[in-house]
């Protein structure tokens, strides 16, 4: 993804447009809730992970117009905001793959939203990508 900002954190998250790969995760997520290990663990891993997907597209959507509006804070800040979120997105997709038994889904396989100088970018699967 570009380096343009929080629109295309909001694309790759599936919460703006249907192209994303991530677009009706939580449904897939739901659907698989019987499949898990141990059910209650997996719907509080479940719950967090939506959380977290949700404060991260919040914020990217926040970093759009922050600087026309009276509340604190800066562009830069609201995608550092978005980038903390998704790597605690990471943690609880392994928790999810764990209780599902996937062994071939890795915690990089979520994207790392990186807040630079001209905007952010979101690097795909793994950190250094």
């Known amino acids: 993804i570009t380096k343009s900002g929080g629109d295309n954190v909001r694309l790759y998250l599936g919460t703006q447009g249907v192209k994303s790969n991530m677009f009706g995760v939580m449904k897939v997520l739901k659907s698989l809730k019987e499949e898990a290990d141990d059910i209650v663990e997996y719907s509080e891993a479940m719950d967090e992970f939506e959380a977290y997907l949700f ?68 690097r795909g699967r793994s950190r250094g990508t």
Do not use: C, W
Request: charged share 20%.
């Open 55 to 122: 404060q991260a597209e919040g914020a990217a959507y926040q970093s759009m117009f922050i600087e026309h509006s009276s509340a604190k804070g800066t562009p830069e800040s609201m995608l550092k905001t978005a980038r903390a979120d998704v790597t605690s997105m990471r943690k609880f997709m392994s928790v999810l793959a764990k209780q599902l038994n996937v062994e071939e889904l890795k915690v990089d396989s979520l994207p790392m939203v990186v807040a630079g100088g001209g905007g952010v970018e979101v």
